[in-house]
């Protein structure tokens, strides 16, 4: 694998980590820390479609106030009565739109074997869409620090990993979370939000499965 391909899937690590930064209650450090700038750099590192997604995103947020979008959060995702999009694999893998159920537990156990484990402060399942991008985080993040030692041998059984977590979770179920939050969102930046991440994952997907 060459430095190119190397560089790639560190951004691809990127975006996974600061899209998960972009699903937890929005707030001013944001835009403090900078998150869609390096978004931005992250993607533009990929592919120039997934760019024009992020600073789409960036620009929605600076055009946006924290407390309108604090008010569609918790609509989206929160209620009080029936969230618009809600943000748990097993609402779209399983028959009966339950929490915490087969699908759950399974995720759950490719974290384990995955070598993730859950922030002791994260108070939500396992199944959320900010911890399923974490540890796609993680996968890239690995991937990329064996292909940068030559270290072969950790390269396939990372792939698999990362191919079986997207067939069968995050990718599985993507698609008709982001429409929802289209559907749902009453602010530009949860409109983009669903873009990019939906864009992203479908790219990550089918990266895998290849």
């Given at each position: 694998m060459?430095?190119?391909?190397?560089?790639?899937l560190?951004?691809?690590?990127?975006?996974?980590?600061?899209?998960?930064?972009c699903?937890?209650?929005?707030g001013?450090?944001?835009?403090?820390?900078?998150?869609?700038?390096?978004?931005?750099?992250?993607?533009?590192?990929?592919?120039?479609?997934?760019?024009?997604?992020a600073?789409?995103?960036?620009?929605?947020?600076?055009?946006?106030?924290?407390?309108?979008?604090?008010?569609?959060?918790?609509?989206l995702?929160?209620?009080?009565?029936?969230?618009?999009?809600?943000?748990?694999?097993?609402?779209?893998?399983?028959?009966?739109?339950?929490?915490?159920?087969?699908?759950?537990?399974?995720?759950?156990?490719l974290?384990?074997?995955?070598?993730?484990?859950?922030?002791?402060?994260?108070?939500?399942l396992?199944?959320h869409?900010?911890?399923?991008?974490?540890?796609?985080?993680?996968?890239?993040?690995?991937?990329?620090?064996?292909?940068?030692?030559?270290?072969?041998?950790?390269?396939?059984?990372?792939?698999?990993?990362?191919?079986?977590?997207?067939?069968?979770?995050?990718?599985?179920?993507?698609?008709?979370?982001?429409?929802?939050?289209?559907?749902?969102?009453?602010?530009?930046?949860?409109?983009?939000?669903?873009?990019?991440?939906?864009?992203?994952?479908?790219r990550?997907?089918?990266?895998?499965?290849?």
């Open positions: 060459g430095a190119t391909d190397v560089e790639k560190a951004a691809r690590a990127d975006v996974a980590r600061l899209l998960s930064a699903f937890y209650e929005p001013n450090e944001l835009g403090e820390e900078r998150v869609f700038d390096a978004l931005a750099e992250a993607a533009g590192r990929i592919d120039t479609a997934l760019a024009a997604d600073r789409r995103l960036g620009e929605a947020f600076a055009a946006s106030d924290v407390q309108s979008l604090l008010v569609d959060y918790a609509r995702f929160l209620g009080p009565i029936q969230p618009r999009a809600r943000p748990y694999g097993s609402v779209w893998l399983e028959v009966d739109e339950g929490l915490m159920q087969e699908s759950t537990l399974g995720v759950a156990r974290y384990e074997e995955g070598g993730f484990e859950v922030a002791e402060d994260f108070r939500d396992p199944d869409v900010a911890a399923e991008l974490e540890f796609l985080y993680l996968l890239l993040f690995n991937a990329a620090k064996a292909a940068a030692a030559g270290d072969d041998a950790a390269l396939a059984p990372a792939a698999a990993l990362r191919r079986r977590f997207l067939a069968e979770h995050l990718g599985a179920w993507i698609a008709p979370f982001a429409q929802a939050m289209r559907d749902g969102a009453e602010t530009d930046f949860y409109r983009a939000l669903a873009d990019l991440a939906e864009g992203f994952v479908r990550e997907a089918a990266d895998a499965s290849h």
